[in-house]
């Protein structure tokens, strides 16, 4: 009897212990279906501890931890699944997800052999040819960009036949893909992306719209068409195809170039395509926004462009990004108070937009308070720390103020961030001038040089060879220059610095006087220059402050501040503040 009742409650435990693993597995189950990632690798882990063979536990948990992005105990609990798992389908997930961190790692030789077992065991699914056609197209733009055959800039088609075996592959994937579902977004995107970097422009337009008809919103089609389009001067087409982009809510980074790229060779016809779709429909602000982006980025309208931003932003007052840009056109316009006032409401929207902050920033220096500008831009900093240009300000500021290391700080950490910022060598080299470092100034000053070597809009070649003394190179870089640089106001404001730090105050107040006949706007920037310290005394300099002084702007009557946390912008303010 006794036997027999020890037999009975080691029967009842077993079973006890059975329901236990089976309600364990049902919770992780249920914890990952309801995305509670941390939940379930914690559960999971302390499971697999007292059953470590169990392969379902396993695969469970290397979804978990994919999702979490901890890759190591990812491929660990992979690992048991390869090696005890009997269901095929867990198998092809495993090797998909370490595909995809090998993938998006650059380990491409390793996410090939992935994604070629993710075929194996599910040769009658898409994801495993979807992935490798993607990967066999990196391998070749790889191929392509490493033989200088292809500028991803101007996108400008292959000159080459490199990267032939990846295409071919990627070829043949893509017809897999389309054999199983012949309405397959990768197929019909991958057929486009080869075609097109073969130069083949007219199957690739097929099939390039083929995908866009089909739903895809890959970023490649849009970048290669637009390509096609913008080489053969189709202008219609390509604003046409901004068109639906826009429409559609597509808003990649590529956007606004190519609102640039068209507007700049065809602005009525864009305008126009805007204009209809702002008068269909009048309750997106989308197309005010992007007419704005015309006038401020093609036009330098800005007058007419804050016009339409504040249209963009009185119809969706929900976006930031409007408000920020009606500010950033009222900054050009040297309305300081209504740029402030703007990029407030950019911040009451949403209080992590480094952009609004860097706009207020702009604005306090124009209006002669750098303390205050150092103050909003180490907050676009504190934001964005990787932003070089958000450094190279707070390190202009910084100069202003004679604040020098504090500046060589900042600059220095603009070159640590972007290693060819002529510009931020070039400042830099000034820091150490000012501190007596000359040997520092002086190398500062020769890598500014080897990096701006092509006179272009924005470059600072010329005040390097100056601080070097070699004025003859100096000039000579800043004749080519101006003759390059399409936005003359700009250009010739450059020569009136560059003309005032020689002395030469006759030529550089001609210039500076030319600076604003062809429209500089940089008035208030003028004031604080102090590369235009040698001319402040004359009378002509004198004469061409009140000449060109801006007329005093109207009140700007701002829509209601959104509703935004109690305080949260002077909260920020004050953490801002210097303590003692």
Request: charged content about 25%; some cysteine; glycine content about 4%.
């Amino acid at each position: 009897m006794r036997k027999a009742m020890l037999f009975l409650l080691a029967f009842a435990a077993g079973w006890v212990l059975q329901a236990q693993q089976i309600t364990s597995l049902d919770g992780a189950r249920e914890a990952l279906q309801n995305e509670r990632y941390a939940e379930t690798k914690s559960y999971l882990q302390g499971y697999l501890k007292q059953h470590p063979k169990n392969a379902e536990a396993a695969y469970l948990l290397s979804i978990a931890c994919f999702n979490l992005g901890d890759f190591d105990e990812q491929f660990r609990a992979g690992d048991i699944v390869l090696s005890r798992s009997s269901s095929r389908h867990n198998i092809s997930w495993v090797y998909q997800q370490r595909g995809l961190v090998h993938y998006f790692n650059e380990e491409y030789e390793q996410a090939l052999n992935d994604f070629s077992n993710v075929i194996k065991y599910a040769p009658d699914e898409e994801r495993g040819y979807d992935w490798r056609t993607q990967l066999y197209i990196a391998l070749a733009f790889t191929a392509i960009k490493d033989a200088d055959a292809f500028d991803s800039i101007n996108m400008r088609l292959p000159k080459s036949k490199a990267g032939e075996k990846h295409l071919k592959l990627a070829e043949q994937d893509a017809q897999k893909l389309l054999n199983l579902n012949a309405s397959s977004l990768q197929g019909l995107t991958t057929m486009g992306s080869v075609a097109y970097l073969r130069r083949d422009e007219a199957k690739a337009e097929q099939w390039l719209q083929k995908a866009i008809a089909a739903g895809s919103t890959a970023q490649s089609n849009y970048t290669y068409l637009f390509s096609i389009y913008l080489k053969h001067r189709r202008y219609a087409d390509a604003a046409d195809l901004l068109i639906s982009i826009i429409d559609r809510g597509v808003k990649y980074p590529y956007t606004h170039y190519y609102n640039h790229a068209i507007g700049k060779a065809a602005f009525q016809t864009l305008l126009a395509r805007y204009q209809i779709q702002a008068n269909k429909q009048p309750n997106d602000g989308s197309w005010p926004y992007y007419i704005g982006l015309l006038y401020s980025d093609v036009e330098k309208n800005y007058d007419k462009a804050a016009d339409y931003f504040k249209k963009a932003y009185a119809i969706e007052p929900q976006y930031s990004y409007t408000a920020n840009a009606a500010a950033r056109a009222f900054l050009h316009m040297g309305n300081y108070d209504a740029a402030i006032a703007y990029a407030r409401r950019a911040i009451a929207i949403y209080d992590s937009s480094d952009a609004a902050y860097l706009t207020i920033s702009s604005a306090k220096y124009y209006s002669g308070q750098p303390d205050s500008a150092v103050l909003y831009i180490t907050q676009a900093i504190r934001l964005d720390p990787t932003d070089a240009w958000y450094y190279y300000s707070r390190g202009f500021y910084n100069k202003i103020l004679h604040r020098y290391d504090d500046a060589i700080d900042d600059y220095s950490a603009s070159i640590e961030l972007v290693g060819d910022y002529a510009h931020a060598y070039k400042a830099r080299g000034d820091m150490y001038l000012a501190v007596g470092k000359r040997s520092l100034a002086e190398a500062d000053y020769r890598k500014a040089i080897a990096l701006d070597s092509v006179p272009q809009s924005g470059s600072c070649a010329m005040y390097a060879y100056l601080a070097l003394g070699e004025t003859d190179k100096a000039l000579d870089f800043l004749n080519r220059y101006m003759e390059a640089d399409d936005d003359k106001g700009a250009a010739y404001y450059e020569a009136a610095c560059i003309y005032a730090l020689m002395g030469r105050t006759y030529e550089a107040l001609q210039y500076l006087e030319k600076s604003f006949i062809y429209g500089n706007r940089d008035y208030d920037h003028m004031q604080f220059d102090t590369d235009l310290d040698s001319l402040r005394d004359t009378d002509a300099y004198r004469r061409i402050l009140e000449t060109y002084k801006p007329q005093p702007f109207p009140e700007e009557v701002l829509p209601p501040l959104p509703t935004a946390p109690s305080g949260s912008f002077n909260d920020v303010l004050r953490s801002l503040a210097p303590h003692n």
